[in-house]
Structures are given as C-alpha cells and as structure tokens.
C-alpha cells in the first residue's frame, strides 16, 4: 500500500497569527495562575498540565509557518 503524500500547511494569515499568538499567551497565563494554587485542590493538574503542554506545542507548529 502506498504511503499518503504529505498534506501542505497553508500559510497563517497575519489576522490568523495574531489570534494564535494571543491564545498561547493565554495558555501560558492560566499555567503560571495554575502554577500559583495548591496541586492538592486540582487534582487533575497533571492533566491540565499536559493540555497546556499540547497546546503549546501545537500553537507553536502552527506559528513556524
């Protein structure tokens, strides 16, 4: 079976990068609020730290183009 060609990224709008550097400041604002609470109230913050890793990751994928 034939491998998928590589679908091409369109390039990100200058509106389009603007939006998606805002939201990863966004991320990484929650996580330095997060950072602040008692782990042992939010029991899911390795979860929610994950999420934010993802998101970083992904935003930043996204940003290179």
Known sequence: MAAKPK??????KSEERERLQDTMLMVQSARETLAEVDPELVPEMTDIEDC???AD??????LRN
């Not at 990751?57 to 996204?62: G, Y």
Request: glycine share 0%.
């Open 52 to 54: 934010f890793d993802t």
């Open 7 to 12: 679908s091409k990224r369109r390039k990100v």
């Open 57 to 62: 990751k992904a935003l930043k994928d996204v």
